[in-house]
Each structure stands twice: as C-alpha cells, then as structure tokens.
C-alpha cells in the first residue's frame, strides 16, 4: 500500500498521560499536514511541514502540541499532559511541493480517547 | 485566516435527484478549492478540485462552480445514487486549505 499509514488507529489512554502519534506519508510528497476532526466537524488545521521544516503551526494549538519531521520523511505528533478535550481523531496528509496548491491525500488517522 | 462556510448541513434528496452544496471563503488569496467526502469511520477523499484560474469542472456526475469575485463556490451532484451518501467537505486556502464544516447527505432509495 502506498497511500498515507498513520499508526496507532486507535489510542485510549488517561488524562495527563502523554501520547505520540506517527504518520508515513505517500514516498515522494514533500508536504506533510496534521489535522485534528471532532465528531461533526471538519478537519481542524494543527501544523504542516515542507520536508523537515515545520512552516506554520495553528494558534489555537496548545503548547502541549509537538510535531516533528526529522528527516523529512515521516512525521511524529505528541500530545503531552492528556485532557479530555484532546480526545478526537487525528488526521495526516501529505501533497507533492509544486507552483500552486496540490491534492492533500489523507491517511487512516488515529482516533484518540482520552478518559 | 481563511473562513470557510458550507450551508446546508443536512440534505436528504431522492434517488437520481440533483444534489447542490455552497460553500463561502474569506480570503481573497484563496486559490484552490478541493472536496472531500467522507463515510463514517473512514478518511477523507478527494472527489473533485478546482483552482482559481478555472471558473468550472466536471467530472461524471459531479461538478464544481467558483465565483471567485464573490468568494463562493458549489458542489453539484447529478443522478444521485444511494452510495453518494456521506459527509462532503470544502476547503479552501493557498499553501494550506481550511475546511468547512461539512454537509450530510443522505440519498432515499
């Protein structure tokens, strides 16, 4: 398979524990986004990366919130300190870099419940 | 930042009926305008895109219209099928895209 993996799919875990989430994006994309979708709503913007380097992070994202993507390759998000509010389903893309805009293709996402 | 917002949220239709959602954006930058369907525990899928330079494109049975002088764009589906069903997507942005906040639709057989 040579779409998007994320991994786990699934994570419980309990508040304040800290969590690390990875994403494998599609070999040859240079671009690499993180989302977060709660139940009934769209994709939420969190962060993206052009190879290794982190270009924009949302405001609204908690200092709790890291991402890294150390060789430009894969990508690891980690949530630390756990609220009930994280929980939701976290969702990956990657795009190629070219001129304009390119097609985000998503992974599985990893749905996340924090008790 | 971008704002984007997808009217209706809801939208039930009958088989082989037309089905048509709007979204609107706020950033005049904005210059490509991608769709998503989602179904229920699954990621989402690109279905159809449009970039600022083409004011209409179609593919089968879906289509997608941009006004961009007044910041909104559609979704058109034709003979609806009951495996049309899902959640469906806009977004819009630049380097980035944002997404609205999704329609339901559900096909009567």
């Known amino acids: 398979d040579t779409g998007v993996s994320q991994d786990p799919r699934h994570k419980i875990t309990k508040r304040g524990q800290n969590v690390t989430f990875r994403c494998d994006p599609i070999?040859?994309?240079?671009?690499l986004y993180w989302y977060r979708q709660t139940l009934g709503q769209g994709p939420e913007f969190l962060t993206y990366?052009?190879?290794?380097?982190?270009?924009?992070k949302s405001r609204l994202l908690s200092d709790r919130f890291s991402a890294e993507r150390p060789k430009g390759s894969f990508s690891t998000l980690e949530i630390q300190r756990t609220e009930q509010g994280d929980s939701a389903m976290y969702l990956c893309?990657?795009?190629?870099?070219?001129?304009?805009?390119?097609?985000?293709?998503f992974g599985p996402g990893t749905r996340l419940l924090v008790l | 930042g971008e704002n984007v917002e997808q009217h209706p949220s809801t939208l039930s239709v009958q088989e082989g009926d037309s089905a048509v959602i709007k979204c609107t954006y706020s950033?005049?930058?904005?210059?490509?305008f991608p769709w998503y369907k989602q179904e229920l525990g699954k990621r989402p899928q690109l279905i159809i895109d449009?970039?600022?330079?083409?004011g209409e494109k179609k593919d089968q049975r879906i289509a997608v219209t941009l006004n961009k002088t007044a910041k909104h764009f559609s979704l058109h589906i034709t003979e609806t099928q009951p495996e049309d069903s899902a959640v469906y997507f806009c977004?819009?942005?630049?380097?980035?895209?944002?997404f609205g906040t999704g329609t339901k639709l559900q096909v009567i057989p």
């Open positions: 893309a990657s795009s190629p870099v070219s001129g304009t805009q390119e097609t985000q293709y």
């Open positions: 070999s040859e994309h240079n671009r």
């Open positions: 990366f052009q190879n290794e380097a982190q270009l924009e």
């Open positions: 950033d005049s930058a904005s210059n490509y």
């Open positions: 449009i970039r600022s330079n083409v």
């Open positions: 977004a819009a942005g630049y380097q980035k895209v944002t």
